[in-house]
């Protein structure tokens, strides 16, 4: 062949663009966004619209559902066996259960002495009541102050954190269905108001017990149980109700009987309880998903139930979900105006998602727009702690304690005299030193921030959509947690 006659021709640059870094750029951009990005993105669009649409029927399937056992399905009392428990005069306290209630104590100064009083204090027979008590602070004050509070209840006849109906009120459930392995209370938030962290929290965990508790309670008696252990995994209540379903118990959630308990309110002992909150289930998902499909207790629907809606949708699909598409492909649509996102879903699904995880929390509705922001920067440490967990990377089986202030804020500032000054003097014993700034830094979400910083900017100059409203409220956001400065500062 002539290799005179034969030519390969490639662009050197593109028309207009002068030969230097930004145009060479530029044309790398334009050669590879065609046959490359648009279609990558465009598959990205449709992955993360199905899998809200999905998300956003089922939350309407269970809102639908709730609605129907509050009008009509029977009550707990009515579905299953329940006789009140009656004193016995002439039997006495032997007519009674002997009933083992576990009190933790966790460097929550709150929480030492306040348990101690509530357990002590249930209806139930003195000898036929054990109180165990779960020590797992690593502060010398706190540690002494529990064996005080021990060995002062002990003195009392009482066999060293509820109302003191509580057992009243859930026993019977266990004594008349043989089939109910657990009954379930509703947490109820004692530091709900202590800043806007815990309110976010409170939005979501409420939620989680007036809609998915109860809707896994009437459905298909399964539920996510909070408590017990087994140390393959750091999500051990989790794995507990799981296995516990696989033998054919059944569980039961009361959502009128409540449990107080403590949210975390400085920003890193939320991310450490998040990352364990993501990281485990997906790890118990990967251990345990061949188990629950080869299981022949349990029926085939609930089956789907645990393996798509608890495990698949709620546990891992969410957080990719949310993250992947509100703070990476929505906003590369804007640098990429080829591929189109329908305004169904990128607002109005959103809506619906929103306006359905509302109905737990009405008194911090005014809340939602922030709580939607702040949920899309915590998708990032989640997504990032889920693909750990799937993978069984190095943190999969990372533990660490959340701390929790207990009224160490309050308490200081309310209470004053010679308590006020006991308080102060517990405080000062618990508390931690000061974080320095640099340990606050988040690097991970500031660099997105200023990811859709860019963004935002570029739909600001360019855009149609006005979707630069969002990215910026969404950097300020990822601002906001990347430097810190959330929840109590401790």
């Known amino acids: 062949m002539d290799e005179g006659n034969s030519k390969i021709f490639i662009q050197n640059s593109i028309p207009g663009v002068s030969y230097d870094v930004a145009g060479q750029i530029q044309m790398i951009w334009e050669v590879v966004k065609a046959p490359l990005i648009v279609p990558l993105l465009n598959l990205g669009v449709y992955i993360c619209l199905a899998s809200p649409s999905c998300s956003s029927w089922k939350g309407f399937t269970w809102v639908v559902v709730i609605i129907l056992v509050k009008l009509f399905w029977k009550k707990p009392e009515k579905r299953y066996t329940y006789e009140p428990i009656q004193d016995d005069v002439e039997l006495g306290s032997s007519n009674s259960l002997r009933f083992l209630c576990k009190s933790q104590c966790s460097m929550k100064e709150r929480f030492t002495k306040c348990p101690f009083g509530a357990a002590c204090g249930l209806s139930w027979p003195a000898d036929r009541l054990v109180i165990q008590v779960l020590d797992d602070s690593t502060d010398p004050a706190v540690k002494q102050m529990v064996e005080q509070e021990c060995q002062r209840w002990a003195s009392k006849g009482i066999n060293i954190t509820p109302e003191p109906d509580f057992l009243r009120r859930a026993i019977p459930f266990l004594v008349g269905n043989p089939e109910i392995a657990l009954v379930q209370a509703r947490w109820r938030f004692v530091n709900a108001d202590e800043c806007l962290l815990t309110r976010m929290q409170e939005m979501s965990l409420d939620y989680h017990f007036t809609v998915e508790q109860e809707v896994g309670s009437a459905t298909h008696a399964f539920f996510g149980f909070n408590g017990g252990w087994k140390d393959r995994t750091t999500v ?41 909150w993501s990281c485990g289930p997906a790890n118990l998902f990967r251990k345990m998903v061949m188990e629950i499909v080869r299981n022949k207790k349990v029926k085939f629907w609930k089956k789907v139930y645990v393996i798509y809606s608890f495990f698949f949708v709620r546990k891992i699909i969410a957080h990719m979900v949310t993250f992947c598409f509100y703070c990476v492909v929505l906003p590369l649509t804007i640098l990429v105006p080829e591929v189109h996102v329908p305004i169904w879903g990128a607002v109005y699904i959103p809506s619906i998602i ?19 922001l702040f949920e899309n920067v915590m998708s990032l440490h989640r997504t990032k702690a ?71 900017c570029y739909d600001f100059v360019h855009g149609k959509n006005n979707y630069f409203v969002y990215l910026f409220l969404q950097t300020l956001t990822f601002s906001i947690v990347g430097f810190g400065y959330v929840g109590t500062i401790v």
Not at 415 to 439: Q, Y
């Open 236 to 276: 051990e209540d989790m794995d507990l109700a799981v296995r516990a379903s696989l033998r054919g118990w059944k569980f039961l959630y009361l959502g009128d009987l409540q449990a107080k308990s403590e949210l975390p309110s400085t920003l890193r002992a939320f991310r450490f309880q998040q990352h364990r």
């Open 354 to 372: 929103t306006i359905l995880n509302s109905v737990g929390t009405p008194r911090s509705i005014h809340l939602l727009f922030y709580w939607i």
């Open 386 to 456: 889920t693909f750990i967990g799937l993978l069984e990377a190095g943190r999969a089986n990372e533990w660490v304690v959340t701390e929790k202030l207990g009224d160490s804020v309050n308490n200081n500032k309310n209470k004053t005299g010679d308590a006020g000054k006991n308080k102060t003097n517990v405080t000062k014993a618990i508390k931690k030193p000061r974080f320095k700034f640099g340990e606050r830094l988040h690097l991970l979400e500031l660099g997105f921030a200023a990811f859709l910083f860019f963004c935002g």
